[in-house]
């Protein structure tokens, strides 16, 4: 499978009506073509690595590359390559990935926004994913606020790891027993880093 590699597209081709070809000697024949060359990443064109090109004959049907041009055919090629912009879609991979990571930045900033709002002002039913001990995950669930308080019941289960620990908000995980905290605790929990994680129904 093909992972990455080098293509070339067509950026801009000229015609010299006042070159001569060195090899047929008709004057007017000569166009130059200018290609951008780039890294395609599965096949997305990511970075732009140059340009190469040549100049055709059309009498004599003569291609030449630029270092068999003469000295006009060279100056007229030159200014065709200055002429040739590369094409923004030649940058689309690094334009995706910047987009991506723009995305998750964004959706982060939302999420945290709507966790610390829930944290302000809980209500029954939030689960919140917390850091019960060093490098083990469980969550909270709240069953009932009052102004300075929140009751909650813990869940019996932890995990090594963020990933996959919805699996343990279910019902029958969570103790019988209800604790609770004052708002300023849960707060704190949030702040330091404590809980990381808010969801809401
Ligand atoms: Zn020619």
Known sequence: MVIYGWRSSHIKTTENKQVICP???NQGGLSNSVYGR????????TIPIGKTGGAVCSH???????????????RAYK???????????HFSGIAIVGLIILFFSISDKIDAQEDLTAIDSP?????YKYESDANRYSTLKVV????DSVYFRYNNYDYTQKVGIEEIDVDTCYTQDIYMMSRDELKNMYE???IYDVSRK
């Open 79 to 89: 200014n065709t390559k200055q002429e040739s912009k590369t094409p923004l879609w």
């Open 192 to 194: 330091n880093g404590t």
């Open 38 to 45: 780039y890294v395609h990443i599965f096949w997305i064109p």
């Open 60 to 74: 004599c049907q003569k291609a030449y590359k630029p270092k068999e041009m003469s000295e006009d055919m060279k």
């Open 123 to 127: 209500i029954s039913g939030d689960v």
């Open 144 to 147: 009932e606020v009052d102004e």
């Open 23 to 25: 090899h047929c000697n």
